[in-house]
């Protein structure tokens, strides 16, 4: 079992930056593939960015060159670092752990675990 914990989320200006972390228990962490997704009100959770056990990472396009995920395995940590942000970033971020997947990293459905989400506000 793997409980993640989300942090960080706030309310920030367009242009701004956030970093959000994401907490695991477990001895596994280093083997798990870890993501960030995120909700706005009334559309459905949509993928932002992957990180495998290898470090290599994967972004949705409208992220890419903005946001970038790290891993700190001592630390059993994740982050989401969140550069030029832009008012259609707001949303609640939530952070999910698989392990033993390889293919469709982009799908919620092939996660294993989630955790609570945090709120990210953009303001124009």
């Known amino acids: 079992q793997v409980q993640l914990v989300e942090s960080g989320g706030g309310l920030v200006q367009a242009g701004g930056s956030l970093r959000l972390s994401c907490a695991a228990s477990?001895?596994?962490?280093?083997?798990?593939?870890m993501g960030w997704f995120r909700q706005a009100p009334g559309k459905e959770r949509e993928f932002v960015a992957y990180?495998?056990?290898?470090?290599?990472?994967s972004y949705r396009d409208s992220v890419k060159g903005r946001f970038t995920i790290s891993r700190d395995n001592p630390k059993n940590t994740v982050y989401l670092q969140m550069n030029s942000l832009k008012p259609e970033d707001t949303a609640v971020y939530y952070c999910a752990a698989r392990l033993g997947v390889v293919s469709a990293y982009n799908e919620a459905s092939s996660y294993n675990y989630w955790g609570q989400g945090t709120q990210v506000t953009v303001s124009a």
């Open positions: 990180i495998r056990w290898s470090d290599t990472t």
């Open positions: 477990g001895r596994t962490f280093s083997s798990y593939g």
